[in-house]
C-alpha cells in the first residue's frame, strides 16, 4: 500500500521524498501486469501490455476478494496498439484512446493485443464501487469532448470525458483525457483544488527527450515534480495539480471520492500561486 503525506510533511520534504510520495512509475511492463494500490480513495493504477498471450486482471492480495471487481469498479484506457478487454466473455476490440468501464461484479476481465510487435498497452484506473453498472466501451470518438484554451496562454487542448454522470455510469469513478494541441504546453491552468475527491494524472506521448514539471502541494507552498513519458502524479484533495511541458503531450485524468460533478473544484487565483 502506498501512503501519501500531509501538507505539512510536504513542506519539509526532499526531491526525492516527493518523488517517492507523489510519482508512480513502471507501470507498462512487456508481457505483464502491474498494480499499485494507493490510500488516496483506495484507488488502483496499473498498466498491462499483453504479447502473443492474453493477460488476466487478477484480484491483488492488497484488496482480500475473489476476483479484482468484487467490490470494485475499473476504468481501462488503451494507449498502444490495437487490442481487447474481454469482460466476463464479452469482447470490446480497443484502439488507441478508446476505453471499456467495467462495473462491480464483473469476474473476468482478460486484456489482449492484436499484435506483439505492436502492443496494446492498458491504463488502468480502479476505485471501490458501492453499486454496479454496467460494462461499456467509449470509443476516443464518441466521447464527449470540448476544445479548450488558447494560443495566447499556451493551453489549446481537447477535453475527452468518457467516464462521467449523464453518459457512462460508474460508482465514483470520473476518466478522460486531455490532448494539448501543438504549440501548448500548459494543462489545468488556472490550477485549483478538489475538496471532495482526488485525481491521478497519467502522462503520455512524450519522447524520451522531454519532460513535464508538474506542480503539487498547497496553493500558496507549492512544489514541482520532473515527470517523463507514462508516469502518474497522485493528487490529494488538498493540492493542485497543473503541469508544464517541455512539448505538446497528452494525459489521462481519473479521479474518486464523494462527488462525481466536473466542475466542483476550487479555483486558485493566478496571484495566489506561490
Not at 27 to 32: N, S, T, Y
Not at 84 to 102: F, I, N, P, Q
Not at 105 to 124: H, K, M, W
Not at 224 to 244: K, Q, T
Amino acid at each position: 500500500m502506498h501512503y501519501l503525506p500531509g501538507p505539512d510533511a510536504v513542506r519539509r520534504m526532499n526531491t526525492d521524498e516527493l518523488r517517492d510520495a507523489f510519482l508512480v512509475a513502471g507501470l507498462f511492463v512487456p508481457g505483464a501486469v502491474t498494480l499499485r494500490a494507493i490510500d488516496l480513495d483506495r484507488v488502483i493504477v496499473g498498466g498491462a501490455v499483453p504479447l502473443a498471450e492474453p493477460l488476466r486482471l487478477e484480484a491483488t492480495e492488497a484488496i482480500a476478494a475473489e476476483f479484482f471487481t468484487e467490490r470494485r469498479e475499473v476504468g481501462i484506457l488503451n494507449i498502444g496498439g490495437a487490442g481487447s478487454v474481454t469482460a466476463d466473455g464479452e469482447r470490446h476490440a480497443l484502439g488507441r484512446l478508446d476505453l471499456v468501464y467495467a462495473g462491480r461484479g464483473t469476474r473476468e476481465i482478460v486484456l489482449a493485443s492484436d499484435s506483439a510487435d505492436e502492443p496494446a498497452r492498458f491504463y488502468i484506473v480502479s476505485y471501490p464501487a458501492h453499486a454496479a453498472h454496467p460494462t461499456t466501451r467509449v470509443g476516443h470518438a464518441d466521447a464527449e469532448a470540448a476544445e479548450l484554451g488558447t494560443v495566447e496562454q499556451a493551453n489549446q487542448r481537447r477535453l475527452s470525458k468518457y467516464v462521467h454522470p449523464g453518459a457512462v455510469a460508474s460508482a465514483q469513478l470520473v476518466m478522460g483525457v486531455t490532448e494539448l494541441k501543438e504549440g501548448s504546453v500548459w494543462n489545468t491552468m488556472p490550477a485549483h483544488t478538489h475538496q471532495r475527491r482526488t485525481e491521478v494524472y497519467l502522462y503520455f506521448g512524450l519522447p524520451d527527450d522531454a519532460v513535464v514539471c508538474h506542480l503539487v502541494g498547497e496553493p500558496g507552498e507549492t512544489r514541482h515534480l520532473v515527470v517523463r513519458n507514462e508516469e502518474v502524479v497522485l493528487s490529494p484533495s488538498w493540492s493542485v495539480h497543473s503541469g508544464c511541458g517541455t512539448r505538446s503531450y497528452t494525459f489521462c485524468w481519473a479521479m474518486g471520492g464523494e462527488n462525481q460533478a466536473f466542475a466542483d473544484m476550487q479555483a486558485v487565483a493566478m496571484r495566489d500561486l506561490r
